[in-house]
């Protein structure tokens, strides 16, 4: 079994690579703030990584996964993400404080109770926040969304992702009705006041600051 390190490292790897496209090399530097330790720390444990074929090292430009690491860091991000639903949906707790309690358990759980909690939760494809749960082959159904920042006026959109799960930015979210699943239209942008004003059902009209709109991913209702 990887210890915990290995598996947050090959995880932080994996999550750094997508918005890149998913192949190309994460910096160095990048990746250790990420996980929040020296560029030294890093670049030592990337090469014991490297060295059990876990990911590609290239010094002085970055890492990606290789195809074994990539499977053990989906393998993480399922159990991150089920234990994450099962806490919110099961056990009731708040979906901005789920994030460092699945940190910590998705070390933990075995396989055996891992496939217990999927089944009884019914297979879920997203986590609370809208995040895709790797199927037990290490799967993941590509998602085609936007932001709010960038799609078109007057269309019928549904929430299907939150891109950032800082506590303070989720429960702001769910006070202002803006969570996975509930549908809304663009009204306007505005570019002098950098904002997005939005149109919930049965609400008022709802101004929100481009920088957080763009952190709502969104698909046609």
């Known amino acids: 079994m990887p210890s915990s390190t290995v598996e947050n490292y ?3 790897i994996y999550l750094e690579q997508q918005p890149l496209g998913g192949s190309d090399l994460v910096p160095m530097g990048r990746l250790a703030t990420a996980m929040a330790v020296t560029p030294g720390t890093a670049t030592t444990m990337i090469k014991a990584l490297a060295e059990a074929n876990l990911v590609t090292y290239e010094p002085r430009t970055g890492v990606r996964l290789t195809k074994a690491g990539e499977q053990l860091a989906l393998h993480v991000l399922r159990r991150h993400r089920l234990v994450e639903l099962f806490l919110v949906k099961v056990l009731g707790l708040d979906w901005s404080e ?48 936007q932001s709010l920042a960038e799609c078109d006026l007057n269309q019928p959109l549904r929430i299907a992702r939150i891109a950032d799960q800082e506590p303070a930015f989720l429960q702001f979210l769910h006070r202002s009705g803006l ?7 663009i009204q306007s942008r505005d570019p002098h006041a950098d904002s997005v004003l ?3 059902a049965n609400k008022s009209p709802l101004s929100l600051g481009t920088a957080a ?9």
Do not use: C, M, N
């Open 10 to 12: 090959l995880k932080q």
């Open 98 to 145: 789920v994030h460092d309690e699945a940190e910590h358990l998705e070390h933990a759980v075995s396989d055996k109770v891992l496939e217990r909690i999927d089944a009884y939760l019914g297979h879920p494809s997203v986590d609370p926040h809208g995040d895709p749960i790797p199927t037990s082959k290490g799967k993941v159904t590509p998602q085609k969304l």
């Open 179 to 185: 969570i996975p699943g509930v549908a809304l239209t």
């Open 198 to 200: 939005l149109k919930l």
């Open 213 to 221: 709109a763009a952190k709502i991913l969104v698909e046609p209702a």
